[in-house]
């Protein structure tokens, strides 16, 4: 794909969504980083249904650490690999506290030393609440930039690297969510709707579904 249909298609995108944010609900960066965390195999909608009922009684590092895992995982039982997620949470709020005085780290390494935080996870919370141009390839991501042709890749590093590459610097920072929106929503994994997609002119896909 060349660099003006890729400069059109976020442009489309652009004019269809132009304010695109994360689905998940949070009011703080801490909150963002513990939603994020907790969305890892999980949907948007089933962990802002735990959280709304999490964060009304801990939504800071020290409550989520005197709440404690057991009562942590009763908020959250609903969401894939809840167990493991509990942990991850108190780790990272008493990582927090003692290494960071109990605020978000706002670069990478420190973020990914946290427990539960991986690449993705980071690439989420610096975009969001830093507002860096980093791009979280999911699988939403990783498939339309390989259906489209916008930055195909045989992993996910491999996309992100080339979506930050390829993508025209005045997209980069909202594309991480016009991508991950277009697949959730237009470009399904299944049964994708592509006579309703904006960009199906420019997009390089073999086999529309039209």
């Not at 009304?56 to 969401?79: E, H, R």
């Not at 830093?130 to 916008?150: E, K, L, M, W």
Request: net charge positive.
């Amino acid at each position: 794909m060349n660099a003006d249909k890729r400069r059109q298609i976020f442009s489309i995108l652009k004019s269809t969504n132009p304010k695109p944010t994360t689905e998940l609900n949070y009011q703080s960066n801490f909150e963002l980083l513990v939603a994020v965390v907790l969305s890892a195999q999980a949907t948007d909608v089933s962990v802002n249904k735990a959280t709304e009922e999490l964060y009304k009684v801990a939504n800071t590092p020290q409550q989520i650490i005197d709440l404690g895992a057991t009562k942590l995982k009763k908020y959250i039982k609903n969401i894939g690999l809840y167990n493991s997620k509990a942990e991850n949470v108190i780790k990272l709020s008493k990582a927090l506290l003692e290494k960071h005085d109990g605020t978000v780290p706002d670069n990478r390494e420190q973020l990914e030393a946290l427990a539960g935080v991986g690449r993705k996870t980071a690439n989420v919370v610096l975009n969001t609440a830093f507002g860096q141009p980093t791009i979280a390839v999911d699988t939403h991501i990783f498939r339309v930039s390989n259906r489209t042709r916008i930055a195909p890749g045989k992993n996910v590093l491999e996309v992100e690297k080339k979506l930050l590459k390829f993508v025209p610097k005045e997209y980069k920072l909202d594309a991480h969510h016009w991508l991950i929106l277009h697949g959730r929503y237009v470009c399904k994994a299944r049964n994708p709707e592509c006579k309703a997609c904006k960009i199906n002119q420019l997009c390089e896909f073999s086999d529309k579904n039209i």
